[in-house]
């Protein structure tokens, strides 16, 4: 039985916004990585984990590859794109069209330099007829070679099933990586200033929300809170212009105190404690093209080279 135990690791790419990260947080059965209508959600890889008694998958949520236009946006790129050369199977993610655009065409392009076979995962299948699918499969076979072509719905969770056992076929035997009961390598305060995040990019419009980070400053459990234990957590919505600064603060702080009360439940539930959540908020201009700034945020361009 033991000899029979596969193991290795998936990573998730592909364009902004196609559905990536709520695919992973779905297989895995845990809302780890954040997910939002807006592109370019996703900025560093997430790792999670996996296992079933056939083996262990290993994934990665990775940004979504696009033209970047800042030095957080080729950070962003080249974290995903690092990724395809250090896993032992690519899920590839597309939209349900049949369009090939040039976002589509430059992930070819890559894909056609490496080895490492992928699997061709065409998302949100519940937007779309059934009968359509055969058409965007047949589009996608013409490009290359893929090991497998799977149309799930991330969403509703259909076929979610036949992509693991695609993914399984793919990995190596041998022992798992990490304990069965561990899900992901992201500390809890990272998982936090996701959650704060995912909340101003759901409530912010325009350009405000690609110019945001959150940087958690205090997470401290509250000492003698008895039975019911409490974590006064202090956090920093971090902006790229004064005028941005007001819309998210709001009219009398009604905006700050939307964002703080959205997120409150979520991070309560991921720390499985009572929450005190204080929110500030700051401007730091031009971060996503600081080294500096970017590094303070968790962004540290190196790693990605
Ligand atoms: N209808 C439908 N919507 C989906 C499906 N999967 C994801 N979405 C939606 O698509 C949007 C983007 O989802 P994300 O998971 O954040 O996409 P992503 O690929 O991780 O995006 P980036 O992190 O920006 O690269 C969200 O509004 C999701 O709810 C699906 O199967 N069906
Ligand atoms: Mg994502």
Request: aromatic letters at 6%; glycine letters at 6%.
């Amino acid at each position: 039985m033991e000899n029979k135990f596969k193991s290795g690791f998936a990573t998730l790419i592909g364009r902004p916004n196609v559905g990536k990260s709520t695919l992973m947080n779905y297989l895995i059965g845990q809302k780890i990585a954040i997910t939002s209508n807006k592109p370019q959600t996703t900025r560093n890889r997430i790792q999670t984990v996996y296992t079933s008694e056939e083996g262990q998958i290993v994934f990665l949520d990775t940004p979504g590859i696009h033209k970047a236009r800042n030095k957080l946006g080729s950070y962003m790129v080249k974290t995903a794109e690092r990724t395809l050369t250090e896993v032992d199977v690519i899920l590839w993610l597309v939209e349900p069209t049949t369009y090939i655009g040039a976002g589509e065409r430059h992930i070819l392009e890559q894909l056609s330099r490496i080895k490492t076979p992928v699997i061709l995962v065409i998302n949100k299948t519940d937007t779309v007829k059934k009968a359509e699918i055969l058409t965007f499969i047949d589009v996608y076979r013409k490009e290359m070679e893929f090991a497998e072509i799977v149309p799930v719905s991330a969403l509703k969770g259909d076929n979610t099933d036949t992509l693991i056992s695609c993914i399984m076929k793919y990995l190596p035997y041998g022992p798992a990586f990490y304990d069965e009961d561990t899900i992901t390598d992201q500390p809890q305060r990272q998982i936090t200033a996701e959650l704060i995040r995912e909340k101003a990019l759901r409530c912010l419009e325009e350009e405000i929300p690609h110019g945001i980070a959150v940087t958690v400053e205090k997470m401290k459990s509250r000492k003698n809170a008895g039975k019911s234990p409490i974590m006064d957590i202090e956090a920093t919505i971090v902006c790229e212009r004064e005028s941005h600064k007001g819309i998210i603060i709001g009219k009398q702080g009604s905006m700050l105190k939307k964002i703080g009360s959205l997120a409150r439940p979520d991070i309560e539930d991921m720390l499985e404690c009572r929450v005190n959540l204080q929110l500030w908020v700051k401007v730091r201009k031009d971060w996503r093209d600081s080294e500096l700034y970017m590094k303070n945020f968790g962004y540290h361009p190196k790693d990605s080279e």
